[in-house]
Each structure stands twice: as C-alpha cells, then as structure tokens.
C-alpha cells in the first residue's frame, strides 16, 4: 500500500494559482487511481478531481473547477498535481490526495472508493 503525502498548499490572493503535489511512495504508483477531495470548515469532504491509471487522459472534474483546476500524473515520479489557477474564496479548503490500487480503467468519483489518503494540505484564498 502506498502512502501519500502532500505539498503546495497556502495563501492566495482570488484569481491566483496553486499547484498541488502529492507524492507517493511504493513501486506500483502507476496501477494506482487517484483523485484529489477538499473539506472546508464545517462543511463535507467534496470530490474534486481524478486521473485514472490506465489513461493520464482519462480525468474527471467536479463541475465547479473544470476548467480552472487540471489533475494530472507523472509516474517515473510517483506525484500527481492538482493546477489550480483563477482560484476563488470558495476554494478555500484542506486539500486531499487519495489513492486506490484497482484494475477498473476509470476514473472514481467517490470517497468511499478510495482506500489511502494523504495528511492534506492547507489552501486559502484571500478575496
């Protein structure tokens, strides 16, 4: 099983760009769905993004970030990134990387999917 961790978070002004890093660890990073979720203060954790493992193409964006946020993967390097640029107050979260070793060619959508996270990542976005 991999373990996760990530990097990148922090204060941005709106209309600014973070890129989020999720490192992991272990030889078979590349068999491994990811996704990317976010819990704000009192509020549910939210699926954000995922990248399947058979296709760095195959991704899937809630609709309130697709077009703004880009996931994608890079597995010589065992990371995958979460671009997100024109960021928004409501951005404002904890930002989790997840990861789940599967043989299912698509992408997932759900927590409950997921069955490694990472520690989070703090972002905040300062209107």
């Known amino acids: 099983q991999v373990q996760l961790i990530e990097s990148g978070g922090g204060l941005v002004q709106a209309g600014g760009s973070l890129r989020l890093s999720c490192a992991a660890s272990g030889r078979t990073f590349s068999s491994y769905a990811m996704g990317w979720f976010r819990q704000a203060p009192g509020k549910e954790r939210e699926f954000v993004a995922a990248?399947?493992?058979?296709?760095?193409?195959?991704?899937y964006y809630r609709s309130s970030v697709k077009g703004r946020f880009t996931i994608s993967r890079d597995n010589a390097k065992n990371t995958v990134y979460l671009q997100m640029n024109s960021l928004k107050p409501e951005d404002t979260a904890v930002y989790y990387c997840a990861a789940r070793f599967t043989d299912s060619r698509g992408v997932l959508v759900s927590g409950r999917e997921y069955d490694t996270w990472g520690q989070g990542t703090q972002v905040t976005v300062s209107s």
């Open positions: 990248i399947s493992w058979w296709s760095a193409s195959n991704t």
